[in-house]
Nanobody
Framework: QVQLVESGGGLVQPGGSLRLSCAASGFTFSSYWMSWVRQAPGKGLEWVAS????????YYGDSVKGRFTISRDNAKNTLYLRLSTLTSSDTAVYYCTNFQNDFWGQGTQVTVSS
C-alpha cells in the first residue's frame, strides 16, 4: 500500500521558515522523481519543486525559486522542502507527489500570518 505522509506544516510569521517532510512507503522511493505541489485557498494546484532520484537535479517554480529548497534522503525514504522568507502568498496546503504514478499525500497546511 503506497503512502505519502506529509508533516511539518503550521503557522509561521512572514519572513519565517519551515521544513516540510514527506515519509514514503509502499513503493521504491529511490527510483522515482518526487515533487511538491501546493494549493492556496480558492486556487488551483501549483507546482512548487521537483527532484530527481539521486538529488543531482532540482527544479523550482518561479514563485519559490531562491527561497525554497527541495531535498531527499533515499535511505530514509523521505522527501523534504525547506521554506524560507515566507510571505502570505505562500499560505497553502502542500502536497508531496510522484507524478509518474499519480501518488499523492494528504497534504500539510502552511499558514503565513502575523
Amino acid at each position: 500500500q503506497v503512502q505519502l505522509v506529509e508533516s511539518g506544516g503550521g503557522l509561521v510569521q512572514p519572513g519565517g521558515s519551515l521544513r516540510l517532510s514527506c515519509a514514503a512507503s509502499g513503493f521504491t522511493f529511490s527510483s522515482y522523481w518526487m515533487s511538491w505541489v501546493r494549493q492556496a485557498p480558492g486556487k488551483g494546484l501549483e507546482w512548487v519543486a521537483s527532484i530527481n532520484t539521486g538529488s543531482s537535479r532540482t527544479y523550482y517554480g518561479d514563485s519559490v525559486k531562491g527561497r525554497f529548497t527541495i531535498s531527499r534522503d533515499n535511505a530514509k525514504n523521505t522527501l523534504y522542502l525547506r521554506l524560507s522568507t515566507l510571505t502570505s502568498s505562500d499560505t497553502a496546503v502542500y502536497y508531496c507527489t510522484n507524478f509518474q504514478n499519480d501518488f499523492w499525500g494528504q497534504g500539510t497546511q502552511v499558514t503565513v500570518s502575523s
